[in-house]
């Protein structure tokens, strides 16, 4: 389980694409392979569905080996569920 540091900036982010903090820390807890995927130098990419089945993609910067900085979270489109289905298979 990761911590989450979260502050008023990635809070507002998250919260323009109608997300929360707990769905956000739900997926990036219960990532299946072959996520979290690396992106960019710090920056993981996790796409999951939350214990109450909604599809979402979490984009965060790994800090200190256990620290998540969320820097992005936004639900997934129907062809982004479509494809992210296939994959978990």
């Known amino acids: 389980m990761y911590e989450f540091r979260w502050n008023d900036w990635n809070l507002d982010h998250i919260a323009e694409h109608g997300m929360v903090p707990e769905d956000v820390e739900w ?11 690396r992106s960019r130098r710090n920056t993981y990419l996790v796409r999951g569905q939350t214990y109450d089945g909604y ?6 910067l790994l800090e200190d080996g256990n620290s998540v ?10 062809s ?5 289905r296939r994959r978990m298979r």
């Open 27 to 37: 997926i990036v807890n219960h990532a299946q392979p072959p996520y979290p995927e």
């Open 55 to 60: 599809y979402m993609q979490v984009a965060f």
């Open 69 to 78: 900085f969320v820097i992005h979270a936004r639900p997934l489109s129907e």
């Open 80 to 84: 982004e569920k479509r494809q992210f």
